[in-house]
């Protein structure tokens, strides 16, 4: 006899995971939307020494990282929270503010763990297509909050579609939204959308206590191996309702040091930073020149429709045949297209020439 699961596992969707993890050899692996860059020695050596110390458990408030988040960010430590990567505060945030009759606004494609949150929880999931550009559609959104409303998520730089909006469209969003209503603004790429600096959207905590920055350090910090997410919040309920719904010690001493480590190095942030923009420039070229037109990316990856012509299961087959793992469209919300992460720039060649060789 199978084991009886409970009702909730089958609403559950299955979080669509990359490939290519057990290739071995020099693999394009460009699926995840991960830093090329190792992380810095300083870095590697922070984590090294806290292993040291493992047979103690981890500090359950994360003092230190909370700390040197408040100094970067200039946010009270009351109001950080700190999750086993973003998406760890994700499901928190899902756990502590959903319940059957509540609803949860999103748009549509977008961050593939959204859809988890009212599954787990069943909550009335709202999703709002992209408009014409693939950016959200704030006006429909606004449109969609309703007294049940608990919980809106605005992704920007939207994952997959690598679009963002503007500073001043996102802040009359959050100023439209209820204050009893959590808008959750998930910047995992923000330090790559070139429209902003990623600080600004800081000004608008003070003035709105249900505003939720999401942040991680699996991005432009290249740490995403040891899970590592914050939120920046306008209050400080957020954090305490987000550590009571997990244990305790959900982050792990190496995870906490080499953090703590990473915010020293801004100047290393701004090198990848610039390092995706330059790829992200020879990629788009490379793209056109095949006659692809990518979505303007404010992030590092780009995003795509393929020729009509081309099976998308055909292709991404043809590019990994290559040593080039990228992600299928179909998955992520929209067949056809495929969303590939700027890597190496001998990794972004060796793409361009797989995709012109496999069309
Ligand atoms: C939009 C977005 N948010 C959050 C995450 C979660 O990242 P992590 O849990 O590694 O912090 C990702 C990861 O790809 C993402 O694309």
Redesign the pocket.
């Known amino acids: 006899m199978a084991i009886e699961y409970s009702e909730r596992i089958r609403r559950l969707p299955v979080y669509p995971v990359a490939g290519a993890y057990d290739l071995g050899g020099d693999v394009a692996m460009l699926a995840?939307?991960e830093s090329p860059d190792p992380p810095l020695a300083a870095v590697v050596a922070a984590a090294q020494r806290a292993v040291a110390g493992a047979n103690r458990y981890p500090d359950p408030s994360n003092t230190q990282l909370r700390r040197a988040l408040s100094n970067r960010y200039g946010v009270a430590a009351s109001r950080i929270a700190i999750g086993n990567?973003?998406?760890?505060v994700?499901l928190a945030a899902g756990e502590a503010l959903l319940e059957p009759g509540a609803e949860f606004v999103y748009s549509w494609p977008s961050?593939s763990?959204y859809p988890h949150l009212a599954a787990a929880s069943g909550a009335r999931a709202i999703t709002v297509g992209l408009d014409e550009d693939q950016c959200h559609d704030l006006d429909a959104m606004a449109a969609e909050v309703t007294a049940a409303t608990r919980l809106v998520i605005v992704?920007n730089p939207n994952?997959p579609t690598s679009t963002a909006l503007p500073f001043d469209r996102i802040a009359a969003f959050v100023e439209s939204v209820p204050r009893h209503v959590a808008v959750i603004v998930?910047e995992?790429?923000c330090e790559f959308n070139m429209l902003d600096d990623p600080d600004t959207t800081l000004d608008l905590l003070p003035k709105h206590s249900n505003l939720v920055l999401?942040r991680?350090f699996?991005k432009v910090y290249g740490l995403?191996g040891l899970?590592v997410?914050f939120a920046l919040c306008g209050g400080d309920d957020f954090p305490r309702a987000v550590d009571q719904v997990r244990q305790p010690f959900f982050s792990n001493v190496a995870a906490q040091a080499a953090a703590v480590e990473a915010l020293k190095h801004q100047d290393a942030v701004a090198d990848r930073v610039e390092r995706a923009i330059v790829a992200r420039v020879e990629v788009e070229s490379g793209l056109n020149e095949l006659g692809i037109e990518p979505a303007p990316s404010q992030a590092n990856f780009c995003w795509f429709d393929l020729p009509e012509d081309a099976g998308e299961a055909e292709v991404v087959a043809g590019l990994a045949q290559r040593g080039v793992i990228v992600r299928a469209g179909g998955a992520l919300g929209r067949e056809g297209a495929l969303r590939v992460t700027y890597g190496t720039p001998a990794h972004n060649a060796r793409f361009l020439d797989a995709l012109a060789a496999v069309l």
């Open positions: 995840s939307n990567g973003s998406c760890d994700l961050f763990v992704c994952n998930d995992a790429y999401l991680t699996s995403c899970r997410g």
